[in-house]
T-cell receptor, first 114, second 111 residues
Framework: DSGVTQTPKHLITATGQRVTLRCSPR?????VYWYQQSLDQGLQFLIQ???????AKGNILERFSAQQFPDLHSELNLSSLELGDSALYFC?????????????FGSGTRLTVV | DAKTTQPTSMDCAEGRAANLPCNHS???????VYWYRQIHSQGPQYIIH???NNETNEMASLIITEDRKSSTLILPHATLRDTAVYYC????????????FGGGTRLMVKP
């Protein structure tokens, strides 16, 4: 157990639907990062939140949004889903300042769009 | 963050040392070398990091050349469980932003 909790582990949904992925960061970590990993592809950074505020944005589609709540958990919302959105979605957390060794990843949510 | 170049894939016999190279010829003086690995479909896991001295921990050793333009991650006695994609990342120590992953090296440890 890395300390970063992601739910659900698996999600199967139809095209056009909306889903919410949840992430609870490791205790004490203020930053949350979302990554997408499509089949046999690299890890693509989507978005970062720090203590409730959006800090950085990567290649995140307009159909996707995220937020970080006062208790520091984060949710990634994916809407108008397409087949190409099928992927593993990872959440990571880090302490303030994002020291390079201090990133802890969750076990991911596998999203399948049918 | 400095760009890194790694071989796409490597094989290693179980019980032998696995030596994974990384080229980072444009590394700046304040950038560290970090290694993470991703075992199939799991989240990436931190392995080791260094600035210019060689480093060793319970998982691996990191050898950085004197000019810091390349490094090698060494798994001294590879096991089947070490089969994974290994990522070499170069960045400032406390950049405060996301980790950027390249393609990494897919290490296959064979019996």
């Amino acid at each position: 157990d890395s300390g970063v909790t992601q739910t659900p582990k698996h999600l199967i949904t139809a095209t056009g639907q909306r889903v919410t992925l949840r992430c609870s960061p490791r205790s004490g970590d203020l930053s949350v990062y979302w990554y997408q990993q499509s089949l046999d592809q690299g890890l693509q950074f989507l978005i970062q939140y720090y203590n409730g505020e959006e800090r950085a944005k990567g290649n995140i589609l307009e159909r996707f949004s995220a937020q970080q709540f006062p208790d520091l958990h984060s949710e990634l919302n994916l809407s108008s889903l397409e087949l190409g959105d099928s992927a593993l979605y990872f959440c990571a957390s880090s302490v303030d300042q994002g020291v390079g060794y201090g990133y802890t990843f969750g076990s991911g949510t596998r999203l399948t769009v049918v | 963050d400095a760009k890194t170049t790694q071989p796409t894939s490597m094989d290693c016999a179980e019980g032998r040392a696995a030596n994974l190279p990384c080229n980072h010829s444009t590394i700046s003086g304040n950038e560290y070398v970090y290694w993470y690995r991703q075992i199939h479909s799991q989240g990436p896991q931190y392995i080791i990091h260094g600035l210019k001295n060689n480093e060793t921990n319970e998982m691996a050793s990191l050898i950085i050349t004197e000019d810091r333009k390349s490094s090698t991650l060494i798994l001294p006695h590879a096991t089947l469980r070490d089969t994974a994609v290994y990522y070499c990342i170069v960045r400032v120590y406390n950049a405060g932003n996301m980790l950027t992953f390249g393609g990494g090296t897919r290490l296959m440890v064979k019996p």
